[in-house]
């Protein structure tokens, strides 16, 4: 197609203010990746800096001598977020299978039942009472998996449709006058046929585990269960504790043992670098995904 | 075969492992969704552990009383749905601008890097969120008021203790963190329409503002009333971490920054007001189930094949 002056010109306004959107989005992680290569005393005095006075490996070897922090936080992440994932997944895919087929008597039964969760819901209270009261999870592992994450409607309901649109029913129904059993087509013929739908809705899970703190938040009280991002949080709160005034006369001499404001940078610039890996994946499912489950719901 | 797996004497046998896949999920969502919506009650009990949930005493509508006559009710009601209105509005016109503009780049690879450039912000936690917030917003090193206001002789602003400024900061925030990634639906959308029409428009003269206006927007309203109105469903809910750990549960910001979802955790943790904050949480599912089913018939009214259910 050969452009016209006028469409030259919005093609290039385009791009700048493309290029401009996306740096405006970069910046801020641009200013806590520099602030945690920033020399401490150079941080204080010039503050947050684009163009720091001093740089500094100081923070991350910092994570590196109390790494046995870090590293078991990363693991309880790394843990809750593979477990929960997997079996997250299996769960999903499993009640959305029968959903899709249309000759299963009770298909249309499990997808209102699904449905329903998303309409209406008991709150949080009586979830939190449930949770702690009658399966009393508190401070376990399970208390960072099983609630609000595992699976929900939007998943399955996602998961049935991709089931419903691309695997006809021809497949299935050949595939057991075969002799497949329905578990055997299941996982035979369903799930290697869905494979983008399951790549998606894992990934979805999986950053949802991995960016989760509001479990722990209400579930967790042990520092040793703490993900990253609950220490991430912890050390927050410590800097809100410094700055209110009251550091000094309540911790005396402690205060300089507490991490500094780079070290707390670092941690969140490792906080992120799992989540940098997703998203090649993310880029190559999103828009076929999200389209499929946002508009078609 | 097909006549003797359809016959009537054996539909157990076909159903039973259906049922049986479907099982733990089932279980799951009868322990996480459907038990708790039988917890509602507590709501109208003056719950009292020593008793136990079911022993409690009955006290009717009182906790909805207490609730509804302290200023913190119309304060979280008013917050919420101002800040779903402005999120939804400034939302919308801002995913479609950054749709309609990475839809003019034709260079493929541009548009993926700006794209996943843009969704970056999308994919990190409140907590790391509310990092980057205050490497920019903290009084005494922070970017604004460090590198900004100050070089500017500006007087320096203690941010998280004005609670004027929050409601103008959270927009901001949640926008930022929003607005790439909701682009994408409208991007496809975009995609998929026929370019012949641009053709057909450009012989006839029409510029490219010209096409925006009376192709592109036209085609994508039946995508933005869709959206806008799955979005108003659940403009009764707040995203907890963007009002909770965004501001720092600062106790000053409250006025601006408190919604349904932070005074059921503040009521619940914080003051261990079980009753009133059930009651609030109440408040809020049956607002917002009525609100779902509200948009469900307008959506079936405007574009059937688009309704949810």
Request: charge should be positive; charged fraction near 10%; glycine fraction near 6%.
């Amino acid at each position: 197609m050969i452009q016209t002056r006028g469409e030259r010109t919005f093609t290039v306004f385009s791009a700048v203010v493309m290029i401009l959107l996306t740096v405006f989005a970069f910046l801020p992680f641009l200013l806590i990746v520099i602030a945690s290569f920033t020399e401490e005393t150079a941080l204080i005095r010039n503050g947050y800096s684009f163009f720091p006075e001093h740089t500094s490996l100081e923070a991350y070897r910092y994570i590196k001598s109390s790494a046995y922090i870090f590293i078991r936080a990363y693991g309880v992440s790394f843990l809750v977020t593979i477990l929960g994932t997997a079996i997250g997944l299996l769960i999903t895919s499993m009640l959305a299978y029968p959903m899709s087929r249309s000759d299963f008597k009770y298909h249309n039964t499990l997808a209102f039942v699904v449905f329903f969760t998303m309409l209406f819901s008991g709150g949080i209270v009586p979830s939190y009472i449930m949770w702690t009261q009658y399966f009393h999870i508190k401070n376990t592992l399970w208390a960072l998996i099983l609630p609000n994450l595992l699976a929900n409607g939007f998943n399955v309901l996602l998961v049935r449709n991709y089931f419903k649109n691309n695997v006809p029913l021809e497949i299935i129904e050949a595939a057991q006058i075969d002799g497949a059993s329905e578990l055997r087509t299941f996982f035979r013929i369903m799930l290697p046929l869905s494979m983008p739908v399951m790549a998606t809705v894992g990934m979805f899970m999986g950053l949802a585990y991995w960016n989760d703190w509001i479990n722990a938040l209400y579930f967790v009280s042990k520092p040793q269960l703490y993900g990253i991002q609950n220490l991430l949080m912890q050390l927050m709160s410590n800097i809100q504790f410094l700055n209110s005034g009251q550091a000094g006369s309540v911790l005396g001499a402690d205060t300089v043992s507490l991490p500094s404001t780079a070290v707390r940078m670092a941690m969140a610039v490792l906080g992120i670098v799992p989540v940098l890996f997703v998203l090649p994946f993310m880029q190559k499912y999103l828009t076929r995904g999200v389209v499929i489950g946002a508009v078609k719901g | 075969m097909t006549a003797r797996r359809k016959s009537p004497s054996k539909p157990l046998k076909k159903t039973l492992p259906l049922l049986i896949l479907a099982g733990p999920g089932l279980l799951y969502f009868l322990i996480n969704s459907y038990f708790p919506m039988f917890g509602v009650f507590i709501a109208f009990k003056d719950v009292n552990y020593a008793k136990g949930i079911f022993g409690s005493d009955w006290i009717g509508f009182k906790n909805f009383a207490f609730l509804f006559q302290t200023s913190d009710a119309w304060i979280m009601t008013r917050n919420t749905l101002l800040y779903n209105l402005a999120f939804i509005a400034l939302g919308t016109i801002v995913s479609i601008i950054i749709a309609i503009l990475m839809s003019e780049l034709l260079n493929k690879l541009y548009s993926k890097l700006f794209m996943t450039g843009l969704i970056l912000p999308n994919l990190i936690s409140m907590i790391v969120l509310s990092l980057l917030v205050f490497a920019f917003l903290n009084a005494d090193s922070g970017f604004v008021n460090h590198s900004i206001l100050r070089p500017l002789g500006i007087p320096e602003i203690n941010w998280y203790s004005e609670a004027k400024y929050w409601p103008y900061l959270l927009v901001l925030i949640q926008i930022w963190k929003t607005a790439g990634y909701g682009s994408i639906v409208y991007f496809a959308s975009i995609a998929g329409i026929d370019k012949s029409i641009y053709e057909s428009a450009k012989i006839d003269g029409a510029g490219k503002l010209k096409q925006i206006r009376m192709i592109t927007l036209p085609l994508l309203k039946p995508t933005i009333i869709v959206l806008v109105l799955m979005s108003m469903g659940r403009i009764f809910n707040s995203d907890f971490g963007l009002f909770y750990q965004v501001p720092m549960n600062s106790g000053a910001l409250y006025s601006t920054t408190q919604t349904i979802d932070t005074y059921v955790y503040r009521a619940l943790m914080q003051l261990n007001d079980i009753g009133m904050s059930a009651a609030a949480g109440l408040y809020q599912s049956l607002v917002g189930f009525a609100l779902v089913l509200t948009v469900n018939a307008i959506v079936k009214k405007v574009n059937p094949e688009n309704a949810l259910f």
